[in-house]
């Protein structure tokens, strides 16, 4: 069955990885969207290949390709699961085409996200270290039981756990979380969260906020928060078992993000959730 002329066209970069092909495959089971065009870095064996096919659903005609401008230019949107230094770079493509740009990238630092604050002024770009329903309102709870407990009386730990293919850590998810309960503190993450335990570390510093990472196997993303205080324990957790979650919230945020203003969202304001 053809799309109707009025759905989304998107297209997928970093499309024959595994989050690439489950976009593809979420955009071909998702309503008023369609495969604009996929893309892969320069050399990829996969350039010149069907996408459909590399992502396990048959031919459809949309084939792969290294030069993103051209495609960038006829698509209402682009999802983008790659690496820091390739999100930069469609950023600006996305902002030169004035369309959607969702962003399921981890790992950027301070400057990246001032350069994508930058491109949000003539694109729409929808960023979460999380694109997952669960994820998000898990956040909103961890925010608002950290504001409910006294930092005085109560620890928070942040655990997380990934395949063992995984490059940056803690993930961005784990961040994510972080950033949940130092809002809900009003404090800043920066300053207060302890990544690395290592030797004789002293007493725990009241108020700070830790992180545990661990890596293994394939699992998919394995998410925990804990509250600890004296003589009880609060623990809040999310575990994903299919990335197909990251690909459906991301076309979801592009069909919201579709009728926005040009600017920088988060999965939160995608959800009605955000505390604005």
Do not use: C
């Not at 996969?46 to 960038?72: Q, R, S």
């Not at 001032?114 to 309102?137: D, E, P, Q, T, Y």
């Not at 950033?179 to 690395?196: D, F, H, Q, T, Y």
């Not at 919230?249 to 579709?258: C, D, I, K, P």
């Amino acid at each position: 069955m053809s799309k109707m002329p009025s759905s989304m066209g998107l297209v997928v970069v970093g499309a024959a990885g595994r989050m690439g092909k489950s976009l593809i495959r979420a955009i071909a089971e998702v309503d008023g969207v369609h495969l604009a065009g996929a893309i892969e870095r320069e050399g990829s064996d996969a350039v010149g290949g069907d996408a459909g096919e590399i992502a396990g659903l048959g031919a459809n005609d949309v084939a792969i390709t290294a030069d993103a401008l051209p495609v960038f230019a006829r698509a209402d949107g682009v999802l983008d699961f790659t690496t820091p230094a390739a999100t930069l770079e469609f950023a600006e493509l996305a902002a030169q085409a004035r369309i959607v740009h969702v962003i399921g990238t981890t790992g950027m630092g301070e400057s990246d996200e001032a350069k994508l604050h930058a491109a949000s002024r003539h694109s729409r770009i929808v960023k979460s270290g999380n694109m997952s329903l669960g994820v998000n309102l898990l956040s909103v709870l961890v925010r608002q039981a950290a504001k409910a407990l006294d930092a005085g009386d109560w620890d928070i730990e942040v655990l997380e756990m990934h395949h063992r293919h995984k490059v940056d850590a803690p993930s961005g998810t784990a961040l994510l979380l972080g950033e949940a309960a130092a809002e809900g503190r009003g404090i800043s993450l920066k300053e207060n969260s302890v990544r690395v335990r290592d030797g004789h570390t002293g007493a725990r510093e009241a108020g700070s906020i830790g992180f545990a990472t661990l890596r293994g196997g394939s699992v998919v993303g394995e998410h925990s928060v804990l509250l600890a205080g004296e003589g009880e324990t609060i623990e809040i957790s999310h575990k994903a078992t299919d990335r197909s979650i990251f690909a459906r919230g991301a076309v979801r945020a592009a069909l919201w993000a579709r009728n926005q203003k040009p600017g920088y969202y988060s999965m939160l304001d995608v959800l009605g959730l955000a505390d604005r």
